[in-house]
């Protein structure tokens, strides 16, 4: 045998202890590293369905059933009794409101139609 082996198998006898630490500490970090990544596949598998499953749309009359019904289960339903007969009123409160924004949308529109005509006769003039 060479002398450049004889020294490389000295080494490894005399630090055998502190090599053996090493490769065992890669070992184990090279299977925390799988561990998180399977992980994260099996997460994201999971999450899209998860997303996939939850409805997108849900009707306003559904929801605010459900919202009742969850309430009452959980106590709240003696605080908010007359919820319902306060939603009816906001919701006449918005369709006057509503009705009120296109009557003052449409006495603009003549306003400036009534400008418009006045500036074109006075041009004219």
Avoid: H
């Amino acid at each position: 045998m060479s002398q450049s082996k004889v020294d490389k198998r000295k080494y490894e006898k005399k630090n055998r202890a502190a090599i053996m630490k090493r490769e065992k500490r890669k070992k184990i970090l090279g299977w925390c590293i799988f561990g998180v990544l399977v992980g994260c596949i099996l997460a994201a598998t999971l999450g899209v369905k998860i997303y996939k499953a939850i409805p997108k749309y849900v009707e306003a009359e559904k929801l605010g059933a459900y919202v009742s019904q969850t309430w009452a289960e959980q106590g709240y339903g003696s605080y908010f009794e007359n919820s319902s007969t306060a939603t009816a009123s906001d919701a006449e409160d918005t369709d006057s409101d509503t009705s009120e924004d296109t009557a003052s949308e449409a006495d603009t529109s003549s306003e400036t139609t009534t400008t418009a005509e006045t500036d074109t006769t006075e041009a004219a003039e």
